[in-house]
T-cell receptor, first 114, second 111 residues
Framework: AQKVTQAQTEISVVEKEDVTLDCVYE???????LFWYKQPPSGELVFLIR??????QNEISGRYSWNFQKSTSSFNFTITASQVVDSAVYFC???????????FGTGTLLAVQP | DGGITQSPKYLFRKEGQNVTLSCEQN?????MYWYRQDPGQGLRLIYY???????QKGDIAEGYSVSREKKESFPLTVTSAQKNPTAFYLC??????????FGQGTRLTVV
């Protein structure tokens, strides 16, 4: 069975603080893909990153960075020097290579206070 | 412009009625998905389709039906058997195992 767990329901930080959003996944597939999406108040999901199961390199894109660790089945997302515009719901997602299903976690609501 | 279009944006349903939510994409994607979003429950998969004329149930398919007669279109019908249909519905499409693109969503309310 596939499962994505985002244990943090809500996080509140003050602007310029660093914040890490946790994502833990379960799958029996040997080939799979992990994603992060941002959902601003408008409701439309915005793609942030895709990572396949064979690539454990960490990635940095501006203030965003991702830490993928197969040993702990985690794919965590860090925002450095957070800004008010980062306030949104963030979803972690898993695509199983054998099941062809794309499933999402319950999301983490990030509130960045000025 | 290429993209995925959901309509209507807001939909009101009376008790016992069936309603159909539209989802159209012009991205030439094979895969399409329907999700339901409720507060605190994230996105739950209703149905998905990898190819025309084929679709599979997701985790919460009861009370819903779909069709995939054309590559571009994947309409979702919320039937009267769905006892609690009030939610935000999101449609997505993707090319194989690459990132999914989402529509702007349909907010369905039972009146």
């Amino acid at each position: 069975a596939q499962k994505v767990t985002q244990a943090q329901t809500e996080i509140s930080v003050v602007e310029k603080e660093d914040v890490t959003l946790d994502c833990v996944y379960e799958t029996r597939d040997t080939t799979y893909y992990l994603f992060w999406y941002k959902q601003p108040p408008s409701g439309e999901l915005v793609f942030l990153i895709r990572r396949n199961s064979f690539d454990e390199q960490n990635e940095i894109s501006g203030r965003y960075s991702w830490n993928f660790q197969k040993s702990t089945s985690s794919f965590n997302f860090t925002i450095t020097a957070s800004q008010v515009v980062d306030s949104a719901v963030y979803f972690c997602a898993l695509y199983g290579g054998a099941t062809n299903k794309l499933i999402f976690g319950t999301g983490t609501l990030l509130a960045v206070q000025p | 412009d290429g993209g995925i279009t959901q309509s209507p944006k807001y939909l009101f349903r009376k008790e016992g009625q069936n309603v159909t939510l539209s989802c159209e994409q012009n991205l030439n994607h094979d895969a399409m998905y329907w999700y339901r979003q409720d507060p605190g429950q994230g996105l739950r998969l209703i149905y998905y389709s990898q190819i025309v004329n084929d679709f599979q149930k997701g985790d919460i398919a009861e009370g819903y039906s779909v069709s995939r007669e054309k590559k571009e279109s994947f309409p979702l019908t919320v039937t009267s058997a769905q006892k609690n249909p009030t939610a935000f519905y999101l449609c997505a499409s993707s090319r194989d195992r690459f990132e999914a693109f989402f529509g702007q969503g349909t907010r369905l309310t039972v009146v």
